[in-house]
């Protein structure tokens, strides 16, 4: 068979927009990220990152918080920090155009208190996009025997993006929010959900994801 342009462009565009991943998500053996939703991103005007799509998903992302806690699934929080002095950094990070420079985190990174962050859940403090750059995520989950993750959260097409290929690399079944992740410029979030359905994870809404995970628990 000669494969021609207009079959193989047609094949992807379906993937793209279409493709879904044939793992079976279970209660048991996955675990639930969410990604820097802390007040940088999320509260109202605080600072010149906000994120306004972030703060308008908050209340849907919250129920998949409690949907999952009901049904036994960790739910493991993210803050991108300072941390290590800078130390820890990818050097380059320091040269990307990130906007006003002249806007200062505080001293430590918090979950945006809308999300209501438990004491008795983990909270990790990175240092760059992924939550598995130079963190104990991965430690974590194999500690808890999770072979599957939940990606939640803000910035889609850096954090969670990152953090979505970084599991996948590293072995995971990943699943991605479709509608508990956002981004700065909402003409964004498809496109770079578009990539993570055809090559990375499986992309579902919140809704889609509680069903899954109350079927089994």
């Known amino acids: 068979m000669r494969y021609t342009e207009e079959w193989v462009t047609a094949r992807a565009c379906a993937a793209y927009e279409g493709g879904c991943a044939d793992f079976e998500v279970d209660a048991s053996r996955t675990a639930l990220l969410v990604v820097d939703m802390q007040d940088e991103f999320v509260r109202p005007g605080w600072s010149p990152f906000w994120v306004p799509g972030a703060t308008r998903m908050v209340p849907r992302l919250r129920r998949l918080v409690d949907d999952c806690r009901a049904a036994g699934v960790p739910v493991i929080w993210t803050v991108f920090d300072d941390t290590h002095l800078g130390l820890d950094r990818p050097h380059a990070l320091r040269h990307l ?35 598995f750059y130079d963190t104990p995520l991965d430690t974590m989950l194999r500690n808890l025997r999770r072979d599957t993750v939940v990606v939640t959260g803000t910035l889609t097409n850096y954090c969670c993006g990152t953090t979505a290929r970084q ?24 496109p770079e959900l578009a990539v993570l359905r055809k090559g990375f994870a499986r992309v579902a809404t919140a809704d889609e994801i509680a069903s899954w995970i109350s079927a089994c628990s």
């Open 97 to 131: 155009p990130h906007g006003d420079a002249e806007w200062r985190r505080p001293e430590a990174a918090a979950v945006w208190g809308e999300l209501g962050h438990r004491p008795d859940e983990v909270l990790i403090r990175k240092p760059s996009y992924g939550a």
């Open 167 to 190: 599991a996948y690399e590293r072995g995971y079944h990943v699943v991605v929010g479709s509608d508990v992740t956002a981004t700065d410029d909402e003409s964004r979030q498809e």
